[in-house]
Nanobody, 125 residues
């Protein structure tokens, strides 16, 4: 099993940048594809980014494409989300999650069992 702990959230002005980290415990981190999701108050949880087990494939929705970059370091058991050009609408609680593949993460995330506790990102206008 893998346990996930996010960090790096905070308050930033619009146009600024943040880098989120998700540290995984356990020795099987490299067996999982990883994803980032976010949930704003009163809204559904939404997909933000996913990365394959090797890191060779990444996926983003149009809302963050070109601004956010997901990466992973399997030696450090960590996945990152670099967020640039932040907008007030990016304000949300950000979660990382682990799954068997990127397609599983993107299409069936409601059934994912491995989630972190979330880190809050607030973007002021």
């Amino acid at each position: 099993q893998v346990q996930l702990v996010e960090s790096g959230g905070g308050l930033v002005q619009a146009g600024g940048s943040l880098r989120l980290s998700c540290a995984a415990s356990g020795r099987t981190f490299s067996d999982y594809a990883m994803g980032w999701f976010r949930q704003a108050p009163g809204k559904e949880r939404e997909f933000v980014a996913a990365i394959s087990i090797t890191g060779g494939d990444t996926y983003y929705p149009d809302s963050v494409k070109g601004r956010f970059t997901i990466s992973r370091d399997n030696a450090k058991n960590t996945v990152y989300l670099q967020m640039n050009s932040l907008k007030p609408e990016d304000t949300a609680l950000y979660y990382c999650a682990a799954g068997p593949s990127t397609s599983y993460i993107i299409r069936t995330y409601r059934t994912l069992e491995l989630w972190g506790q979330g880190t809050l990102v607030t973007v002021s206008s």
